[in-house]
Protein backbone atom coordinates (compact mmCIF):
# COMPACT_ATOMS: atom_id res chain seq x y z
CA UNK A 1 0.00 0.00 0.00
CA UNK A 2 1.35 3.46 -0.90
CA UNK A 3 0.77 6.07 1.92
CA UNK A 4 0.95 8.97 -0.11
CA UNK A 5 4.17 10.12 1.98
CA UNK A 6 6.00 10.87 -1.43
CA UNK A 7 7.86 14.18 -0.37
CA UNK A 8 5.90 14.81 2.10
CA UNK A 9 7.83 17.04 4.97
CA UNK A 10 8.13 15.09 7.87
CA UNK A 11 10.15 16.19 11.38
CA UNK A 12 10.61 13.00 13.97
CA UNK A 13 12.57 14.49 17.30
CA UNK A 14 14.46 11.59 18.78
CA UNK A 15 15.75 10.20 15.27
CA UNK A 16 19.18 8.33 16.66
CA UNK A 17 18.10 5.09 18.17
CA UNK A 18 14.85 2.87 18.35
CA UNK A 19 11.89 3.62 17.07
CA UNK A 20 12.54 7.46 15.84
CA UNK A 21 15.73 5.71 13.72
CA UNK A 22 13.10 3.14 12.35
CA UNK A 23 10.87 5.84 11.68
CA UNK A 24 13.08 8.11 9.92
CA UNK A 25 14.19 4.82 7.82
CA UNK A 26 10.62 3.66 7.08
CA UNK A 27 9.55 7.66 5.60
CA UNK A 28 13.00 7.81 3.57
CA UNK A 29 12.01 4.53 2.18
CA UNK A 30 8.10 5.81 1.76
CA UNK A 31 9.59 9.02 -0.03
CA UNK A 32 9.34 11.31 2.63
CA UNK A 33 11.70 14.40 3.09
CA UNK A 34 12.70 13.84 7.15
CA UNK A 35 13.98 16.24 9.48
CA UNK A 36 15.39 14.74 12.84
CA UNK A 37 16.99 15.53 15.66
CA UNK A 38 18.49 14.22 18.87
CA UNK A 39 20.60 15.38 21.57
CA UNK A 40 23.69 13.90 20.53
CA UNK A 41 24.44 15.33 16.83
CA UNK A 42 27.51 12.56 16.19
CA UNK A 43 25.47 9.77 17.12
CA UNK A 44 22.50 10.88 14.99
CA UNK A 45 24.99 11.64 12.03
CA UNK A 46 26.36 8.10 12.61
CA UNK A 47 23.08 5.99 12.94
CA UNK A 48 21.34 7.78 9.82
CA UNK A 49 24.63 7.39 7.77
CA UNK A 50 23.55 3.84 6.27
CA UNK A 51 20.39 4.98 5.24
CA UNK A 52 22.39 7.19 1.95
CA UNK A 53 23.38 3.38 1.00
CA UNK A 54 21.56 1.54 -1.62
CA UNK A 55 17.73 0.67 -1.45
CA UNK A 56 17.02 4.02 -0.19
CA UNK A 57 17.13 5.98 -3.32
CA UNK A 58 18.22 9.91 -2.91
CA UNK A 59 17.64 9.10 0.84
CA UNK A 60 20.97 11.78 1.80
CA UNK A 61 19.46 14.68 -0.12
CA UNK A 62 15.97 14.16 1.82
CA UNK A 63 17.24 13.74 5.23
CA UNK A 64 17.96 16.67 7.61
CA UNK A 65 19.52 15.99 11.20
CA UNK A 66 20.33 18.67 13.46
CA UNK A 67 21.21 18.37 17.13
CA UNK A 68 18.60 19.59 19.33
CA UNK A 69 17.39 19.44 23.38
CA UNK A 70 13.52 19.06 22.96
CA UNK A 71 12.98 20.39 26.26
CA UNK A 72 14.79 23.69 25.05
CA UNK A 73 12.08 25.91 23.32
CA UNK A 74 14.97 27.97 21.04
CA UNK A 75 16.96 25.25 19.75
CA UNK A 76 13.56 23.44 18.36
CA UNK A 77 12.78 26.62 16.98
CA UNK A 78 15.83 26.87 15.26
CA UNK A 79 15.61 23.34 14.54
CA UNK A 80 11.84 23.79 12.40
CA UNK A 81 13.57 26.82 11.18
CA UNK A 82 16.39 24.95 9.46
CA UNK A 83 13.46 22.14 8.50
CA UNK A 84 11.50 24.99 6.96
CA UNK A 85 14.53 26.57 5.20
CA UNK A 86 15.64 23.23 3.43
CA UNK A 87 12.43 21.75 2.47
CA UNK A 88 10.46 24.40 2.46
CA UNK A 89 7.42 23.25 4.32
CA UNK A 90 6.59 20.79 7.17
CA UNK A 91 3.36 18.39 6.80
CA UNK A 92 3.89 16.16 9.91
CA UNK A 93 5.38 15.82 13.35
CA UNK A 94 6.22 12.66 15.35
CA UNK A 95 7.11 13.99 18.70
CA UNK A 96 9.04 10.53 20.03
CA UNK A 97 12.27 11.88 21.66
CA UNK A 98 12.17 11.15 24.99
CA UNK A 99 13.01 8.32 27.98
CA UNK A 100 11.32 6.33 31.21
CA UNK A 101 12.31 6.78 34.66
CA UNK A 102 12.29 3.46 36.34
CA UNK A 103 11.22 4.53 39.92
CA UNK A 104 9.01 3.42 42.01
CA UNK A 105 6.67 6.97 44.12
CA UNK A 106 9.10 6.53 47.14
CA UNK A 107 11.97 6.73 45.31
CA UNK A 108 10.94 9.70 43.14
CA UNK A 109 12.40 13.07 44.41
CA UNK A 110 11.15 16.34 44.00
CA UNK A 111 13.17 17.59 41.06
CA UNK A 112 12.68 14.13 39.28
CA UNK A 113 8.80 14.74 38.92
CA UNK A 114 9.84 17.83 37.60
CA UNK A 115 11.81 16.40 35.25
CA UNK A 116 9.58 13.69 34.19
CA UNK A 117 6.98 15.78 33.59
CA UNK A 118 9.14 18.88 31.90
CA UNK A 119 10.23 15.91 28.88
CA UNK A 120 6.91 14.77 28.87
CA UNK A 121 5.04 17.90 28.04
CA UNK A 122 7.61 20.42 26.79
CA UNK A 123 9.16 17.32 24.62
CA UNK A 124 5.73 17.77 22.30
CA UNK A 125 5.00 21.39 23.23
CA UNK A 126 7.98 23.08 21.67
CA UNK A 127 7.96 20.77 18.85
CA UNK A 128 4.15 21.87 18.19
CA UNK A 129 4.19 25.11 18.69
CA UNK A 130 7.19 26.14 16.41
CA UNK A 131 6.05 23.75 13.83
CA UNK A 132 2.12 24.39 13.93
CA UNK A 133 2.08 27.35 11.55
CA UNK A 134 3.77 25.36 9.03
CA UNK A 135 1.44 22.21 9.45
CA UNK A 136 -1.50 24.60 9.06
CA UNK A 137 -0.11 25.98 6.25
CA UNK A 138 -0.52 22.90 4.31
CA UNK A 139 -4.20 22.92 5.28
CA UNK A 140 -3.63 18.74 5.95
CA UNK A 141 -1.55 18.61 9.14
CA UNK A 142 -0.40 15.70 11.13
CA UNK A 143 1.44 14.82 14.59
CA UNK A 144 2.07 11.63 16.25
CA UNK A 145 2.63 11.89 20.10
CA UNK A 146 4.92 8.87 20.87
CA UNK A 147 3.30 7.74 24.32
CA UNK A 148 3.08 4.70 26.40
CA UNK A 149 0.56 2.41 27.76
CA UNK A 150 1.10 3.53 30.60
CA UNK A 151 -1.06 6.41 30.02
CA UNK A 152 -4.04 4.18 30.54
CA UNK A 153 -2.22 1.53 32.61
CA UNK A 154 0.29 2.88 35.47
CA UNK A 155 2.82 0.85 36.22
CA UNK A 156 3.69 1.18 40.25
CA UNK A 157 7.83 1.01 39.01
CA UNK A 158 7.84 4.33 36.60
CA UNK A 159 5.41 6.30 39.10
CA UNK A 160 6.26 9.88 37.32
CA UNK A 161 6.28 9.04 33.87
CA UNK A 162 2.94 6.75 33.82
CA UNK A 163 1.54 10.12 35.19
CA UNK A 164 2.90 12.20 33.07
CA UNK A 165 2.76 9.86 29.99
CA UNK A 166 -1.39 9.99 31.36
CA UNK A 167 -1.00 13.47 31.03
CA UNK A 168 -0.15 13.96 27.73
CA UNK A 169 -2.41 11.25 26.29
CA UNK A 170 -4.97 13.75 27.44
CA UNK A 171 -3.60 16.80 26.35
CA UNK A 172 -3.36 15.10 22.77
CA UNK A 173 -7.55 14.77 23.10
CA UNK A 174 -7.45 18.10 23.86
CA UNK A 175 -5.31 19.44 20.87
CA UNK A 176 -6.79 17.26 18.58
CA UNK A 177 -9.84 19.47 18.68
CA UNK A 178 -8.43 22.94 18.76
CA UNK A 179 -5.81 22.19 15.96
CA UNK A 180 -8.97 20.24 13.77
CA UNK A 181 -9.86 23.70 12.50
CA UNK A 182 -6.44 24.45 10.94
CA UNK A 183 -6.43 21.07 9.44
CA UNK A 184 -3.89 19.70 11.57
CA UNK A 185 -4.85 15.67 12.96
CA UNK A 186 -3.23 15.03 16.54
CA UNK A 187 -3.07 11.17 17.85
CA UNK A 188 -1.27 8.86 19.62
CA UNK A 189 0.52 5.48 20.03
CA UNK A 190 0.81 3.74 22.69
CA UNK A 191 3.77 1.51 23.33
CA UNK A 192 4.41 -1.47 25.42
CA UNK A 193 7.91 -2.92 26.05
CA UNK A 194 9.70 -2.10 22.84
CA UNK A 195 13.50 -3.78 22.12
CA UNK A 196 15.23 -0.69 22.05
CA UNK A 197 18.37 1.41 23.58
CA UNK A 198 16.03 1.84 26.82
CA UNK A 199 15.48 -1.73 27.50
CA UNK A 200 19.66 -2.94 25.69
CA UNK A 201 20.66 -0.26 28.90
CA UNK A 202 18.48 -1.70 31.55
CA UNK A 203 20.11 -5.03 30.32
CA UNK A 204 23.78 -3.62 30.23
CA UNK A 205 22.99 -2.22 34.35
CA UNK A 206 21.72 -5.97 35.50
CA UNK A 207 23.60 -7.62 38.29
CA UNK A 208 27.27 -8.60 37.86
CA UNK A 209 25.35 -12.65 39.23
CA UNK A 210 22.57 -12.45 36.14
CA UNK A 211 24.19 -14.69 33.71
CA UNK A 212 20.82 -14.58 31.65
CA UNK A 213 21.36 -14.02 27.77
CA UNK A 214 19.38 -11.39 26.05
CA UNK A 215 16.85 -13.61 24.94
CA UNK A 216 16.68 -15.01 28.44
CA UNK A 217 15.87 -12.26 30.16
CA UNK A 218 13.74 -10.64 28.07
CA UNK A 219 11.69 -13.78 27.88
CA UNK A 220 11.15 -13.65 31.44
CA UNK A 221 10.32 -9.60 31.36
CA UNK A 222 7.62 -10.23 29.04
CA UNK A 223 6.01 -13.42 30.82
CA UNK A 224 6.88 -11.09 33.89
CA UNK A 225 4.53 -8.27 32.42
CA UNK A 226 2.44 -10.59 31.20
CA UNK A 227 2.65 -9.64 27.26
CA UNK A 228 -0.01 -11.35 25.68
CA UNK A 229 2.14 -12.08 22.44
CA UNK A 230 5.22 -13.47 25.30
CA UNK A 231 7.81 -11.20 23.71
CA UNK A 232 9.32 -7.66 23.75
CA UNK A 233 7.83 -5.80 20.02
CA UNK A 234 10.78 -4.16 18.16
CA UNK A 235 11.04 -1.01 16.74
CA UNK A 236 9.74 -1.97 13.13
CA UNK A 237 6.39 -2.80 14.69
CA UNK A 238 5.87 0.98 15.96
CA UNK A 239 7.12 2.90 13.33
CA UNK A 240 4.91 1.22 10.80
CA UNK A 241 1.94 2.29 12.90
CA UNK A 242 3.30 5.80 13.48
CA UNK A 243 4.20 6.34 9.61
CA UNK A 244 0.62 5.37 8.84
CA UNK A 245 -1.19 7.78 11.28
CA UNK A 246 1.14 10.41 9.98
CA UNK A 247 0.47 10.20 6.63
CA UNK A 248 -2.65 10.70 4.21
CA UNK A 249 -4.02 7.43 4.01
CA UNK A 250 -5.09 8.64 8.09
CA UNK A 251 -7.36 11.17 6.90
CA UNK A 252 -9.88 10.63 9.18
CA UNK A 253 -8.53 9.52 12.08
CA UNK A 254 -7.86 12.10 14.61
CA UNK A 255 -7.89 12.15 18.69
CA UNK A 256 -7.31 8.85 19.04
CA UNK A 257 -4.63 5.91 19.79
CA UNK A 258 -3.39 2.77 18.89
CA UNK A 259 -1.71 0.12 21.27
CA UNK A 260 1.32 -1.28 19.55
CA UNK A 261 1.95 -3.19 22.75
CA UNK A 262 1.70 -7.32 21.79
CA UNK A 263 -1.47 -6.94 23.94
CA UNK A 264 -0.25 -5.78 27.53
CA UNK A 265 -2.92 -3.35 28.25
CA UNK A 266 -5.19 -5.33 30.36
CA UNK A 267 -8.14 -2.52 28.94
CA UNK A 268 -10.81 -2.83 26.56
N1 LIG B 1 11.06 1.19 24.34
C1 LIG B 1 9.97 1.09 25.07
O1 LIG B 1 9.67 0.01 25.62
C2 LIG B 1 9.06 2.29 25.26
C3 LIG B 1 7.86 2.10 25.95
C4 LIG B 1 6.99 3.16 26.10
C5 LIG B 1 7.32 4.41 25.58
N2 LIG B 1 8.50 4.56 24.93
C6 LIG B 1 8.80 5.90 24.40
O2 LIG B 1 9.06 5.81 23.01
C7 LIG B 1 9.97 6.86 22.63
C8 LIG B 1 11.14 6.25 21.88
O3 LIG B 1 11.80 5.38 22.77
P1 LIG B 1 12.92 4.32 22.34
O4 LIG B 1 12.63 3.11 23.13
O5 LIG B 1 13.03 4.25 20.89
O6 LIG B 1 14.19 5.04 23.00
P2 LIG B 1 15.73 5.13 22.60
O7 LIG B 1 16.15 3.99 21.77
O8 LIG B 1 16.43 5.37 23.89
O9 LIG B 1 15.78 6.46 21.70
C9 LIG B 1 15.44 7.70 22.25
C10 LIG B 1 15.74 8.78 21.22
O10 LIG B 1 15.31 10.05 21.75
C11 LIG B 1 16.42 10.93 21.79
N3 LIG B 1 16.21 11.83 22.94
C12 LIG B 1 16.08 11.47 24.24
N4 LIG B 1 15.89 12.56 24.99
C13 LIG B 1 15.91 13.63 24.14
C14 LIG B 1 15.77 15.02 24.32
N5 LIG B 1 15.57 15.57 25.54
N6 LIG B 1 15.81 15.83 23.23
C15 LIG B 1 16.01 15.30 21.99
N7 LIG B 1 16.15 13.98 21.77
C16 LIG B 1 16.10 13.16 22.84
C17 LIG B 1 17.65 10.05 21.88
O11 LIG B 1 18.84 10.65 21.40
P3 LIG B 1 19.80 11.52 22.38
O12 LIG B 1 19.99 10.70 23.62
O13 LIG B 1 21.05 11.74 21.59
O14 LIG B 1 19.07 12.78 22.64
C18 LIG B 1 17.21 8.94 20.91
O15 LIG B 1 17.37 9.34 19.58
C19 LIG B 1 10.38 7.57 23.93
O16 LIG B 1 9.57 8.70 24.12
C20 LIG B 1 10.06 6.53 24.99
O17 LIG B 1 9.86 7.09 26.26
C21 LIG B 1 9.39 3.55 24.76
Not at 173 to 190: C, F, H, Q, W, Y
Not at 226 to 253: D, H, K, Q, W
Request: proline share 3%; charged share 25%.
Amino acid sequence: MDLQLHNRVIVVTGGSSGVGRALVEDLLLSGARVAACARDLDRLRASTASLSDSGHGDAADRLLVHGCDVRDADAVASFIEATVDRFGAIDGLVNNAGQSLMKRFDETAADEWMSEFELKFNGVLNPLTAARPHLAAGGAGAVVNINAVLARQPEPRLAATSAARAGLLNLTKTLSVDLAPEGIRVNSVLLGLIDTGQWRRRYDQRPDDDQRSWEEWSGDLAADRGITLGRLGVAREVSFVAAMLVSPRASYVTGTSIDVSGGVGRYV
